[in-house]
């Protein structure tokens, strides 16, 4: 059994972990939790059972479901699943910017996703979010306030958006707003449509810091809608090394860069 697997040795923490797994994907099969856990087979299904006895799961064929279904889509699933490690490596960094009883606002993407995923039991604040999958996963851990942000649902980005989003944002104020974006480079930062443009900036202005999650790919794509130049971003914390021209920018602009190990 490998050092990672010696992590589950427990059944509480096999558990944990299987319940995390149906959070983000709404399945998971016996062959990768046997893969993952560095258990047997017959210890996985063991552990399915128990939670299937308890009311949490659904026993399937070859696995096991949520009892019910994610809210986010496999789209989104999908593009979470890319760069996944960058993702985890650039969320357990910026959760260290967190304090347990901050009010913080999570943009909608895939990398503020795993950020809100990597929030510690410990963290007793309160998130503002317009993040359906952020919603739902903050409502099945049951810590921490949460203050969701209704309006027309934008089915790419799977968050609500719009002028009744906006007008919610507009009466709040958050310690840290943790900002997805599309592309960057040494303009600013991109979004995929106008439509999420808005929504954003609302937050952005009720924000004492703003917080740019972003890895390495997004310095390397485009996307067609500036949102905000440099100067609106506290600080920028990604995978690697920014292209030289953007680092350069960011730091005339007192951007503080953190790179994520």
Known sequence: ???????YDTAPDRRQLIMERLRESG???????????????????????????QGEVRLVHGGVSALHGPLHTAAFVGRASMDSDAKKAIASAARTLVADKD????????????LAQALPPSFDGTVVTHSVPVVQLLLSRGHGRVVGLGGELLHESQAFVGQMTVDAVRGLRVTTLFLGAAA????????????ERPTKLALIDVA?????????????????V????????????????????AAEHLRTTGTRIVIAS
Do not use: N, W
């Open 1 to 7: 059994m490998g050092r990672e697997a010696l992590r």
């Open 27 to 53: 399945f998971v099969s016996v062959a990768s939790l046997t893969e993952d856990l560095g258990v047997s087979d017959m210890t996985v299904r063991r552990d399915l059972r128990k939670l299937a006895q």
């Open 103 to 114: 009010t913080i606002a999570i943009d909608a993407g895939t990398t503020t996703y795993a």
């Open 226 to 245: 500036l949102l905000c130049p440099h100067e609106k971003v506290t600080t920028l914390v990604t995978d690697a090394e920014p292209p030289a021209a």
């Open 208 to 224: 004492d810091q703003v917080v740019l999650l972003a890895d390495h790919t997004k310095f390397a794509t485009s996307a067609p």
């Open 184 to 195: 960057v480079d040494e303009r600013g930062v991109y979004v995929a449509t106008d439509t």
